[in-house]
């Protein structure tokens, strides 16, 4: 067994990284969801893991990442009621009757709206400066719903 540390916390910064310059790319008007982030990012069982990191996300438009039922499941980080939507209506974003919003008007994949040259072009050019904190290098090795899970 190796005396090195764990590569846990620059991995989690690399995936941190890549998953807020999707969320960058993300057009205004547009909605992504957590899975396709996930799986443009190399861990398509990883939803949950991406959950987890925008829950840290500063300064990309995290109002644009939903579920997969079109709903903002995000919402509560927004500090008040109906902000992550007020934000997306701002972008023109409609919501249906039942508040959610139709995936098929207003999804955007990464890993079908993006050439496989462009989505690596944005992977290659992430910003890795990126920090992550002790818990979320600790659900990314412990969960186990984590696709990272240590064995």
Known sequence: MSNEPSPMPEQATTIAAHVY??????PAGRVTTYGWLAKAVGYPRGARMVGWIMNEASGVPAQRVINSKGELSGNWAFNNPGGMRKLLEEEAVVFSDDGRVDLKRYGWDPSRDLSAEELQHILDTADNNVPVSKRL?????NDVASPLKET
Do not use: G, K, Q, S
Request: overall charge positive; some cysteine.
């Open 137 to 141: 290098v600790d659900l990314m090795r």
């Open 21 to 26: 310059a999707l969320v960058r790319a993300c």
